[in-house]
């Protein structure tokens, strides 16, 4: 099977949340030999309740995350977190080993479509190819620290469009994700859609 191959990543995208909740989302990224500095916010309105959520997520050349700092506020305060992985599984999670992470390679913010681009542009699946690509999930109000299963498969469509098959057991939550040809999510069924 053929890898995916994906354009150059643009500096700016944004996000309009839909369905689950209203709000939007803008990530400013900056790219060197080196990785990518993705540097986010997302504010929402959920089931009555506003937050907001500001991230700054470094990944290494192979865009795998080695650090994740993410600041929520909701009413009830304010939370932060930092995460860190060495590149080889290992985690921290605020200076901590955080073993129910080891071997994982991304990281997922509830608050944020954007990190779904990230197992996608890692694993550059070919059409038909399935992966498992379990990340640490961030929740976005408290900013508690999960291990969420899920799984990508590539599946037909027409170019410069990429159709991925997702499925996320925990939320028992499957949808059809398409991104764009430079592995940025376009329309995420129920979540979000693009508007940059």
Same mark, same amino acid.
């Given at each position: 099977?053929?890898?995916? @191959?994906?354009?150059?990543?643009?500096?700016?995208?944004?996000? @309009?949340? @839909?369905? %689950?909740?209203?709000?939007?989302?803008?990530?400013?990224?900056?790219?060197?030999?080196?990785?990518?500095?993705?540097e986010g916010q997302s504010t929402a309105?959920?089931?009555?309740? #506003?937050?907001?959520?500001?991230?700054?997520?470094?990944?290494?050349?192979?865009?795998?995350?080695?650090? %994740?700092?993410?600041?929520?506020?909701?009413?009830?305060?304010?939370?932060? +977190?930092?995460?860190?992985?060495?590149g080889q599984g290992r985690w921290l999670?605020?200076?901590?080993?955080? #073993?129910?992470?080891?071997? !994982?390679?991304?990281?997922?913010?509830?608050?944020?479509?954007?990190?779904?681009?990230?197992?996608? @542009?890692? !694993?550059?699946?070919?059409?038909?190819?399935?992966?498992?690509?379990? %990340?640490?999930?961030? +929740?976005?109000?408290?900013?508690?620290?999960? +291990?969420?299963?899920?799984?990508?498969?590539? $599946?037909?469509?027409?170019?410069? +469009?990429?159709?991925?098959?997702?499925?996320?057991?925990?939320?028992?939550?499957?949808?059809?994700?398409?991104?764009?040809?430079?592995?940025? $999510?376009?329309?995420?069924?129920?979540?979000?859609?693009?508007?940059?």
């Open positions: 099977m053929e890898a995916t @191959r994906f354009d150059e990543l643009p500096p700016v995208a944004a996000w @309009r949340h @839909r369905d %689950a909740r209203s709000g939007f989302e803008v990530v400013f990224l900056s790219q060197d030999a080196g990785g990518v500095r993705v309105v959920e089931e009555g309740e #506003a937050w907001q959520s500001r991230y700054v997520i470094e990944l290494d050349d192979a865009f795998r995350t080695r650090r %994740a700092h993410v600041h929520a506020r909701t009413l009830a305060g304010a939370h932060e +977190r930092t995460l860190e992985a060495d999670v605020d200076g901590e080993h955080a #073993a129910h992470l080891d071997g !994982l390679h991304d990281v997922d913010l509830e608050a944020s479509s954007f990190t779904n681009a990230f197992p996608v @542009r890692r !694993l550059a699946l070919g059409f038909g190819e399935r992966a498992d690509a379990p %990340a640490a999930y961030v +929740r976005a109000l408290d900013l508690g620290v999960e +291990r969420l299963e899920q799984t990508y498969e590539r $599946i037909a469509e027409p170019a410069p +469009r990429r159709r991925f098959h997702y499925t996320s057991p925990a939320f028992a939550f499957e949808a059809e994700l398409v991104y764009d040809a430079s592995g940025l $999510i376009l329309d995420y069924p129920g979540i979000a859609e693009r508007a940059r």
